[in-house]
């Protein structure tokens, strides 16, 4: 059975940057799409970004320029690099694997 384990969530002031990471285990994480989820209070979960088995990746149009998204499959952990944070960003983020795996969320606080 495949379990993500988040770290990386905390509070930030606006303009500032925080990096999450995702350890996975089992063997099947190389050749499974990756991505980021968050849902901020009274939202729906909202896509961040994705990262395919390939290096394609695909971010939503509210974080793009500022996030990162990036996956070592030697370590089979995803990372997502958050700068220039807004407080638009609060939300919990979860990190999936195939979308049939996740983790078990990270809060993210952006406020001054």
């Known amino acids: 059975q495949v379990q993500l384990v988040e770290s990386g969530g905390g509070l930030v002031q606006p303009g500032g940057s925080l990096s999450l990471s995702c350890a996975a285990s089992g063997s099947i994480f190389s050749s499974n799409t990756v991505g980021w989820y968050r849902q901020a209070p009274g939202k729906g979960r909202e896509l961040v970004a994705t990262?395919?088995?390939?290096?394609?990746?695909r971010y939503a149009d509210s974080v793009k320029g500022r996030f990162t998204i990036s996956r070592d499959n030697a370590k089979k952990t995803v990372y997502l690099r958050m700068n220039s944070l807004k407080v638009e960003d609060t939300a919990v983020y979860y990190c999936?694997?195939?979308?049939?795996?996740w983790g078990q969320g990270t809060q993210v606080t952006v406020s001054s």
């Open positions: 990262l395919t088995r390939f290096g394609v990746t």
């Open positions: 999936t694997v195939g979308f049939d795996w």
